[in-house]
């Protein structure tokens, strides 16, 4: 069976935004292949941060994760720094990866522009991302179209290491990209990606009536000044995307005809998707709160997932240094 890594910054609570690009696909995905998902803390610590804050956080996603559907007898969900070989298997690969192919990543040209001190970190995050995948040896790397060019940093790793330690028979596989099928979803201001720092998204946890503040002022089809306007779903970037991740078929067919019909106003629109959001999102929200009320098995299953992810990362940790010539402790 195929192997698949992921990993997810310890944001909080889930987003629309997250969901439905990566954590819905990765349900699908565990009962298919031996599945991986990472909560990278270690990589959210090269932003400014509040530790109190950071540990809400991790927890929030995890219950976030787990509340979605990923179940801990189908799939490894863990910490990162609760697995170290990451760190460590990142040091090694910090000593094989050129210094210029780190300093052209797109991501680290964007945050070092807006940073006053850029930290080491900051430019050795894809080594560690790479060490993420690689230490597991996975296969496949489920990502969204914007996301391929991260992976190709460690295709690279993978093939500069196995050239120079393993050139007869490659140890680790060169990770494929598993493209998701879900477009990029757009935050409510209809302008960029949705993200929490921009403030445009929606917590899949969120009660009915603050998700409905949100939806109700988020931008529509701006043909659309009366109700007597004809629209066009294709221009509405916002609306239309969540009925089409949310509402069943006929309320999409019915969002077309009246849309571009002028048979019903905006708002009427939004409180079908509404009514849609709110019944998808009910039964996670109701396992979170579940989840919620029992930190302790949060924690356990967190604790044996990371049992589970280090047997393989030990294991690929020790052919490495022995590949290297570096005694291993364990
Ligand atoms: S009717 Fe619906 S799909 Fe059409 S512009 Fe308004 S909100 Fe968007």
């Given at each position: 069976m195929s192997r698949i890594f992921s990993g997810i910054q310890p944001s909080g609570e889930l987003h629309v935004g997250n969901y439905l690009g990566a954590v819905k696909n990765w349900v699908e995905l565990q009962s298919r292949f031996e599945s991986y998902f990472c909560i990278v803390n270690y990589h959210a610590i090269t932003a400014a941060y509040v530790p109190g804050d950071l540990r809400a956080r991790t927890r929030d996603m995890a219950i976030g994760l787990l509340a979605s559907g990923l179940d801990p007898n189908r799939c490894t969900v863990f910490i990162q720094s609760q697995v170290p070989e990451h760190t460590e298997l990142a040091w090694i690969f910090n000593t094989l990866t050129p210094l210029g192919e780190l300093e052209r990543q797109t991501q680290f040209k964007d945050k070092s522009g807006r940073q006053e001190q850029v930290m080491a970190g900051l430019l050795n995050y894809p080594v560690l991302q790479a060490a993420d995948i690689l230490l597991?040896?996975?296969d496949l790397v489920p990502v969204g179209e914007d996301q391929v060019q991260h992976l190709e940093l460690s295709r690279v790793v993978a093939r500069n290491w196995n050239a120079r330690f393993s050139p007869d028979a490659p140890y680790f596989p060169e990770p494929q990209p598993k493209l998701s099928t879900t477009r990029r979803i757009v935050g409510l201001d209809g302008q960029a990606k949705m993200s929490k720092s921009i403030g445009n998204t929606i917590g899949i946890l969120e009660s009915p009536e603050a998700i409905w503040d949100k939806l109700r002022p988020a931008v529509t089809d701006?043909?659309?000044?009366?109700?007597t306007d004809p629209g066009n779903p294709d221009k509405c970037p916002v609306i239309y995307q969540l009925h089409c991740a949310f509402s069943p078929a006929v309320t999409v067919a019915e969002v077309e005809v009246n849309c571009r019909g002028a048979k019903w106003g905006c708002i009427d629109c939004k409180k079908s998707l509404h009514s849609s959001v709110v019944a998808a999102l009910a039964p996670i929200r109701e396992a979170a709160a579940d989840l919620q009320s029992k930190p302790d098995q949060v924690d356990e299953i967190l604790a044996s997932g990371a049992d589970k992810a280090r047997i393989e990362a030990s294991a690929t940790l020790r052919a490495v240094k022995e590949k290297m010539g570096l005694p291993d402790a364990r």
């Open positions: 597991y040896r996975a701006p043909a659309r000044q009366k109700k």
